[in-house]
């Protein structure tokens, strides 16, 4: 089946450390997605990648780091600048980066100890 | 700036009830609107989605017509399961743009 995974499902950030949030994708899509949703929030940005070796930031992209080494991997790096890292992460992929309709993979709980 | 508005929740309904959940958008150009839902501790599904004025979007006996002259694509259902309990969320893509603009989300009950 084709999808968007994400992992883990839950990760705890220790005070002053950098994690990383993984998100893979066999869709064969061009463009990947990283955003941030709080509770009672709607989603926001954090970066974009509209392909391979390439990336913007979003909206919230302070404190958080990407790459786009391969098509199928978009990995998010919570670093320890980032002083609320608290959220529900969520990743998606759509077609290209002019193709409207973005697919979401089923997100990664981080929380701090 | 773009913006996407959705009425407040928690809305609570018993099954079989007649849903709408109100959505408004303000945007330049031509946006496209979608409705997503999310069920506890998992990711956003596209529900549904609509391109340009008066195109309807349907899916799973949801309905939400796209309405320029009131800005609006409210979501519409019949009859509502308890399975349909879930938060929904409005969004607003502009032709041609990869960025989505998303409303705060509205959570459903539905009582057996």
């Known amino acids: 089946d084709g999808g968007i995974t994400q992992s883990p499902k839950y990760l705890f950030r220790k005070e002053g450390q950098n994690v990383t949030l993984s998100c893979e994708q066999n869709l064969n899509h061009d463009a990947m997605y990283w955003y941030r949703q709080d509770p009672g929030q709607g989603l926001r940005l954090i970066y974009y990648?509209?392909?391979?070796?390439?990336?913007q930031k979003g909206d919230i992209a302070e404190g958080y780091s990407v790459s786009r080494e391969k098509k199928e991997s978009f990995p998010l790096t919570v670093t320890s600048a980032q002083k609320n890292p608290t959220a529900f992460y969520l990743c998606?992929?759509?077609?290209?980066?002019?193709?409207?309709?973005?697919?979401f993979g089923p997100g990664t709980r981080l929380l701090v100890l | 700036g773009d913006s996407v508005t959705q009425m407040e929740g928690p809305v609570t309904l018993s099954e079989e009830a007649f849903l709408t959940i109100n959505c408004t958008y303000t945007?330049?150009?031509?946006?496209?609107l979608f409705w997503y839902v999310q069920y506890p501790g998992e990711g956003l599904q596209l529900l549904l989605k609509?391109?340009?004025?008066?195109d309807k979007g349907s899916n799973k006996g949801f309905e939400a017509t796209y309405r320029k002259e009131t800005t609006s694509f409210h979501l519409e259902k019949g009859s509502v399961q308890v399975s349909d309990s879930a938060v929904y969320f409005c969004a607003l893509s502009t032709s041609g743009t990869y960025k989505y603009i998303f409303g705060t989300g509205t959570r459903l009950k539905v009582l057996a």
């Open positions: 609509a391109t340009k004025a008066d």
């Open positions: 998606a992929s759509s077609i290209d980066y002019r193709q409207e309709t973005q697919y």
């Open positions: 945007a330049t150009g031509y946006p496209s």
């Open positions: 990648s509209q392909i391979v070796n390439d990336f």
